[in-house]
């Protein structure tokens, strides 16, 4: 595993508005728990950080995720409450939980669902 606090260091004292990362799971982790380490102090941090949605490594990471801007599918937001959705979150989560995977239960299936909705209506 690569130690990214040498290099966090090194963004720090380029003292940057903005941080873009582009990177894969184990990296995006590593550079996110550098970041934190340090105390990383810009005005936008985040990017293409791969794997920062999946449910394992949000529970994993906690609150360092706090600030990060990063894509994600879906958020149990009040804006995101379409018709339909919690009802099949529930049916989904519970499967999820009893399969041991996706440990939060909305990473990629809401998105999904919306997709066949609109598929649903082309028809």
């Not at 003292?15 to 990362?21: E, F, G, I, M, S």
């Not at 550098?34 to 990471?61: C, H, P």
């Not at 018709?83 to 989560?93: A, C, T």
């Not at 440990?103 to 990629?108: D, K, N, P, S, T």
């Amino acid at each position: 595993m690569i130690d990214f606090t040498p290099i966090m260091r090194a963004v720090q004292a380029a003292n940057p508005d903005l941080v873009y990362v582009a990177s894969y799971p184990a990296d995006s982790v590593g550079i996110v728990r550098a970041a934190n380490e340090i105390r990383l102090n810009t005005k936008l941090f985040g990017g293409s950080t791969v794997g920062l949605q999946y449910g394992a490594l949000k529970t994993q990471l906690g609150a360092q995720l706090n600030n990060i801007v990063v894509h994600d599918f879906y958020v149990p937001e009040p804006t995101l409450h379409f018709p339909g959705i919690e009802e099949f979150l529930k049916r989904y989560q519970a499967k999820a939980a009893a399969g041991e995977m996706d440990q939060l239960g909305f990473f990629v299936p809401p998105f999904a669902y919306a997709n066949l909705q609109v598929l649903g209506r082309q028809t």
